[in-house]
């Protein structure tokens, strides 16, 4: 054939085999964890493998809605992934051991499924001790009914409970507060001669000398972040999602016999009075590290620090009660 | 001759159309609250209607995934996350009608995720509509005048 | 005036080096595109296939390539290109053989447009799926590739062009409008020529791949642009021509697939611009959530429109003014056709401004696509960080308006000149086109 003819079938072949090789070659030595919501898969891969004190890097995309990359209990700040575009993040772990990443933008109802875990080898170094949670020690059955008994007629007011404190003074120790529901504080407080309302003024006195307001902020930031998409802005239990859960327990079939109360169903609504105040931070804490068992609450053990906790766990009751602005103790 | 007249006259009609200033009621400008919410791919309520001045406040939250809300025209937008609602206020000074669209990739139909924001009148459409007509009655007209036989009554 | 006397372009259409050029950069833009569809980010703005294809490739298409050169697309298209070769058993040499696959003739039933007016049609129905995903892209493209390399085999000539694109569908109709134009420049040499190489080829080229004869071309609707004629002809006879807009429509197609065609383009446009641009989510999910039972009403509708609403709306308009005439008792369904073709131009005008809006919205998309096409976090050019930001949103509205009124001024005007061929007023379709007009204006502005 002619020279031209066979030139040009060489270029061909090569312009379009170039074409479909070179970025099949480059795309098959990318590795990239991909994030889908989690009723498509979620993190794919979801198992990463990392050495103690190696930086590990890695490369994000999700291949749907906005996401977001962050591990559990680490001091990082999540990094958002973008549908179609490329993030990298840089990891370096100083223990070994088994850490949590998560989704940190909401992706829908099942958001906090998506999580994955970074196995992080090497030589254990002097073992770390673990705590135990205050209501495991405590004994606490946090699934069981913790209404108040007794409600106030109107939000407890901090401030006016600091003025009382000063003629009735009050335990303040953090282990006291951490240890009893607002209603055992309020029925420890029926020996003296304060009235109802004055009691809960005390309580909300409590309450507030063992809440900073760094904690508050840092509360109501996770809260916003964390909480609200389904417990709802201010607190109601009227989040976006909250009609999806109870649509979904309706129809879910996880009934298991004497676990009728564990399907999916409306969440809580932290401005009820009896439900709050018959909780002890202690109990709050249980549900948000262990999570609903079913009901749709996530589990945030592997998430939070402890510190995160009982921050959020601050913000909470300030939906039962009127905290004053300057600094408390 | 006479065609060229009426042509003039059927592109002067047309200019004005096109050009002159629209008639303005004056309205006292008020303060418009809206509460948006949006899921995949559509915004509740998609269409606004205010008036030319109006200061409108958006209060938007996504209820599904992450959502944006970007105003055609006004180049400004928001972007909230499910349960977390975010505030966009702007003073509507441009009339017309005005695409709000979601600027944050929320899945597939993503680019046609669109809602209607009608500010005053809107000036482009009715000039569109005076435009059209100008051109078939004059089209029309064209044809009743003419001297060649057009019409079917000629058959 | 004909272009073809200017020596550069003479030459450069001549010679088979510049289309080959553009042809192998169009095919290998085709084939990445098919690679990225595949094995690219799953999120349509960011990957090249749906970037390129839905909005460079129609925004160059729909304003530009129709409205100016009529069928040039074809010109270029890289679909048919692997299949000819694998027929003519080169990429340039001229024939100098017997062909040596199955050559068949298209069949006699299927010779007019109703295959490609399904094509689209299916096209148009998954159009919201189509036009996100850029795996159903890749896969389209992919289809229509293997289509035409396998009908090349078994039959003559251009046969996926000519009978199944669905793209060639209505860019054929709608190059009727077009100020180029390819034809014969004398009559009388082609009477006299022997063997016809313009169709049956020769050694200088190959006969048209279009199945058309160049010495009887009056319009632009099936002729590909392909040039080969201008290469085969011995006495220089072909020539392109620039010339008024829309000259083929002075002498309207009497062919109702091609009626029908037009009436296919102007029911999707305006359904399109409502679904896609409107603020109706409940019409999006029914358009996206193919299979469910709300797509197949949404189809139902899409189909009745088409088939029967905007046609039959029609014909009633022109049935209206009528009386009954010894000479229209029998003109019925080629008068309905011939002048249904007075919506070509209205029809091309309703793409353009609907075309406009997404792409001025979304072109930014393509200068990231540029720098990252598969979404695997590439920086080629250093533009894939490039942000959405709608362009131009200021001249759309008028650009939108000037768009469609002009196109009811066109139509008007070509109304007139059909009207007259069959003698009857052109008054009714004058207002159907300003009333189709007016909802596109409101579906649009």
Known sequence: MKRSELLSRIFIMVAVLGAVGAPLFVWARTSLIHAKIAEDGGWNPDVIQANAGEPLHLKLTSDDVVHGFAVGQMDMQSVDVLPGKVSNVTLTFDRPGIYTFFCTRWCGLNHWRMRGTIEVGGSPSDPQSVSVPLYISLNLDIDAPHDSPVVPESKPSAIRGYELAANSPILQSLNYYRANSPYQVFDELSSTSLTESQRWDEVAHLWQSNTTRESLTNGQQLYAQNCAACHGENGAGNGVFADDLAAAGELSMQTMAGTDNMTMQTPVDFTNPTRMLGASPALLQGKILRGGMGTGMPMWGSIFTEEQIWDLIAYLYSFQFNYHRGESQ | MQSRFFLLLFVMAGLVVAFAPFPVHPITPQERAFRIEARQFAYSPSELKVNLGDTITLEFVSTDVVHGLYVDGYDISVESDPGQTKTLSFVADKPGSFRFRCNVTCGAMHPFMIGNLSVGQNEWFYRSIGLAIIATLGNIGYLMFSPRPTLITDY | ?445
């Not at chain 3, 037009?262 to 359904?271: D, N």
């Not at chain 3, 406009?356 to 894939?384: E, K, R």
Request: glycine share 8%; proline share 6%.
């Open chain 3, 1 to 445: 005036m004909e272009l073809t006397r200017l020596p550069f372009l003479k030459s450069a259409l001549k010679s088979r080096y510049p289309q080959l050029a553009v042809f192998i950069v169009m095919l290998v833009g085709y084939v990445f595109a098919i690679l990225a569809g595949l094995i690219g980010t799953p999120v349509g703005s960011h990957n090249f296939s749906i970037v390129f294809v839905w909005i460079a490739w129609w925004a160059i298409l729909i304003l530009v390539a129709v409205p100016f050169f009529g069928r040039g697309w074809c010109a270029v298209c890289p679909i048919p290109l692997p299949g000819e070769w694998l027929q003519r058993g080169a990429v340039l040499n001229p024939p100098d053989k017997k062909p040596k696959w199955l050559n068949l003739r298209w069949p006699k039933a299927l010779r007019n447009i109703w295959l490609q007016n399904i094509s689209f049609l299916l096209l148009a129905l998954f159009s919201s799926v189509l036009l996100t995903m850029p795996n159903i892209t890749a896969i389209v493209l992919a289809a229509m590739l293997f289509a035409a390399i396998g009908l090349s085999t078994i039959c003559e000539r251009r046969s996926f062009c000519r009978y199944l694109c669905p793209v060639g569908g209505f860019i054929g109709l709608y190059s009727q409008t077009a100020p180029i134009e390819l034809r014969i420049k004398d009559k009388q040499v082609c009477v006299t020529c022997e063997g016809k190489p313009c169709y049956n080829g020769s050694q200088a080229g190959y006969g048209c791949p279009w199945d058309v004869f160049p010495g009887g071309l009056t319009k632009n609707t099936y002729c590909g642009l392909c040039m080969e004629c201008i290469r085969t002809c011995p006495h220089d006879n072909i020539a392109i021509n620039l010339r008024a807009f829309s000259a083929d429509l002075a002498k309207p197609s009497t062919r109702i697939d091609e009626a029908f065609k037009a009436f296919i383009m102007l029911g999707s446009a305006m359904i399109y611009a409502g679904v896609l641009l409107g603020p109706w989510g409940a019409l999006k999910d029914a358009a996206y959530n193919v299979g469910t039972s709300a797509w197949f009403i949404y189809a139902t509708i899409f189909l009745a429109i088409i088939f029967a609403i905007l046609p039959g709306f029609f014909w009633l308009m022109i049935s209206l003014t009528s009386r009954p005439s010894p000479i229209r008792r029998g003109v019925g369904v080629r008068a309905f056709a011939s002048l249904a073709t007075t919506l070509i131009p209205l029809g091309l005008m309703f793409w353009v401004a609907f075309s406009l809006s997404f792409v001025l919205t979304n072109a930014s998309y393509i200068i990231a696509s540029l720098s990252d096409p598969l979404g695997l976090g590439w920086n080629l050019f250093g533009t894939a960080n490039a942000a959405w930001q709608p362009m131009l949103t200021s001249i759309l509205a008028p650009a939108q308006m000037l768009a469609l009124v002009g196109g009811l001024i066109w139509s008007a005007r070509t109304a007139q000149k059909a009207a007259n061929e069959v003698k009857v007023s052109s008054v009714p379709i004058v207002i159907y086109c300003f009333i189709t007009t007016l909802a596109m204006l409101w579906l649009l502005l």
